[in-house]
C-alpha cells in the first residue's frame, strides 16, 4: 500500500479531508442556506460505498484526519455504517460538524462507532433568536443534545458560533459563559460569502473577529494558546477555565499559507479550496469502468497541483462562490 504525501505545488501537506456526505438538512440556517432550497437528485450523490471509498484511499495517501459533515451529516441514511467504517481505518483524528438536532439518539452510537470529537453549531441560547437564525430549529433539542454529547465521552466537544452583527453579536458573552459552564471549547466564525442569499446583508452583518475578541476581553482575560491547531482557528485560553476560544476569521486572518485540508463534496467533487472553484471529479472514476483504487489515487495525487495558493474573499459580503455551504461541505 503506499504511503505517499500529498504535497501541493506550495511545499504545504494535505493531511486533513473534509467529507460532506449530503447536502440535505432539518435547518435552514440564514447564512448557509436560501429558504426554498431544491437537493441533489440520489444519482448524482456518492453512496456511502463510495464515500468509504475514497475516505480509504486518502488514507493510503497519508490522511490522518477526517471529518464528516454537510449539509447535516446526521440525516444521511445509514450514516452510522460509514462512520463504522472510517472509524476502523486507525485515523489519529475523526470528527463530525453537525447541528446537533440528532444528538439525544446519535452521540452515544457515534463514540461507539470510532466518532473522536464533534463540533456542534450553536448560535444562540435564546429559542426565539435561534429559530430565527435556523428557520426550522428547536433551541431545546440541541442543547439536550449538547449534553448527550458531553455523556458519551468524546475527545472533544466544540462550539461553533457563525456571528452576525445585530443577530447573535450581543449573545457572545453568554455563549462564553454556556461554554464554560459545559467546560468545552467553543469557536466564533466570520460569515463568509458562499451562495446566494437575501436574508441579509453580509457586508452589514460582518462582525470581525477582532470584534469578538474585544467583546470577550471586557469579561475574561485570553491568553493565546501556544499549540497550533494546524487549521484556520486561532485558540486563546482563559486563565480561570479549561474551556479555548477559537477564531476562524476568513476575513481578516488569511491562513492559507498553512493550510493542509481539502474538501469532497457529495456529489464527489474535490475541492481544493473553500473559497475558490478549482476541483476534480472523483465520481465520474469512481464509476468509471473498471474502478480500480489506483486509478482514483493517482487522480488525488494530479489534484494537488490545482490546490490554489489562497482565497480572495472581499468584506462587502459580495458573493464570490456560488455553491451555498452545504455543498462545499462546512
Ligand atoms: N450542518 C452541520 C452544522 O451546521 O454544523 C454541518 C455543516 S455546516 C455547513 C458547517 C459549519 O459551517 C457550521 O458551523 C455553520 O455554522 C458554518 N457555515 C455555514 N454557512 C456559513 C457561511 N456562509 N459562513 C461561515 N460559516 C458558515
Ligand atoms: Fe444545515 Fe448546518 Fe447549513 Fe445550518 S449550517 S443549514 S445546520 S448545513
Known amino acids: 500500500m503506499p504511503h505517499a504525501k500529498l504535497t501541493d505545488r506550495f511545499g504545504r501537506t494535505v493531511n486533513y ?16 442556506m436560501a429558504e ?13 460505498e463510495e464515500i468509504a471509498r475514497v475516505a480509504r484511499n486518502f488514507v493510503d495517501l497519508g490522511t490522518e484526519k477526517i471529518r464528516l459533515t454537510g449539509g447535516e451529516p446526521l440525516v444521511r441514511k445509514d450514516i452510522l455504517e460509514l462512520v463504522n467504517e472510517i472509524g476502523s481505518y486507525g485515523l489519529g483524528d475523526f470528527a463530525m460538524t453537525t447541528n446537533g438536532s440528532q444528538l ?22 435564546d429559542a426565539e433568536k435561534f429559530q430565527d437564525i435556523t428557520r426550522t430549529g428547536r433551541l431545546s433539542q440541541v442543547l439536550d443534545g449538547i449534553d ?4 458519551a465521552g468524546f475527545r472533544g466537544i466544540k462550539l461553533n458560533t457563525v456571528v452576525m452583527k445585530g443577530r447573535n453579536d450581543e449573545e457572545i458573552p453568554e455563549l462564553i459563559e454556556f461554554a464554560r459552564k459545559k467546560q468545552i471549547d467553543i469557536s466564533f466564525i466570520e460569515e463568509m460569502p458562499l451562495g446566494e442569499i437575501s436574508e441579509h446583508d453580509r457586508g452589514l452583518a ?8 474585544d467583546i470577550i476581553r471586557r469579561h475574561h482575560e485570553l491568553i493565546p494558546a501556544t499549540e497550533d491547531s494546524g487549521g484556520p482557528a486561532r485558540y486563546y485560553r482563559m486563565p480561570d477555565s479549561p474551556t479555548r476560544v477559537g477564531f476562524i476569521s476568513p476575513h481578516s486572518h488569511n491562513f492559507c499559507s498553512t493550510c493542509n485540508r481539502v474538501r469532497v463534496t457529495v456529489e464527489g467533487r474535490l475541492l481544493l479550496c473553500l473559497g475558490n472553484e478549482h476541483s476534480v471529479d472523483l465520481r465520474r472514476v469512481l464509476r468509471g469502468n473498471p474502478v ?20 480572495h474573499f472581499s468584506t462587502n459580503g459580495d458573493v464570490q462562490i456560488l455553491r451555498f455551504m452545504n455543498m462545499t461541505g462546512g
Open 206 to 213: 460582518l462582525c470581525t473577529s477582532e470584534e469578538v475578541r
Open 292 to 311: 480500480t483504487d489506483d486509478k482514483l489515487r493517482e487522480t488525488i495525487i494530479n489534484a494537488m497541483d490545482l490546490k490554489p495558493e489562497k482565497h
Open 36 to 48: 426554498d432550497m431544491t437537493f441533489l437528485p440520489r444519482q448524482q450523490v456518492l453512496t456511502l
Open 148 to 151: 448527550a454529547a458531553r455523556e
Open 104 to 125: 439525544t439518539t446519535m452521540a452515544e452510537p457515534l463514540r461507539r462507532a470510532g466518532m473522536h470529537r464533534l463540533n456542534i453549531s450553536l448560535d444562540s441560547l
Open 17 to 32: 479531508v473534509r467529507l460532506s456526505v449530503t447536502d440535505r438538512c432539518d435547518f435552514r440556517c440564514v447564512y448557509c
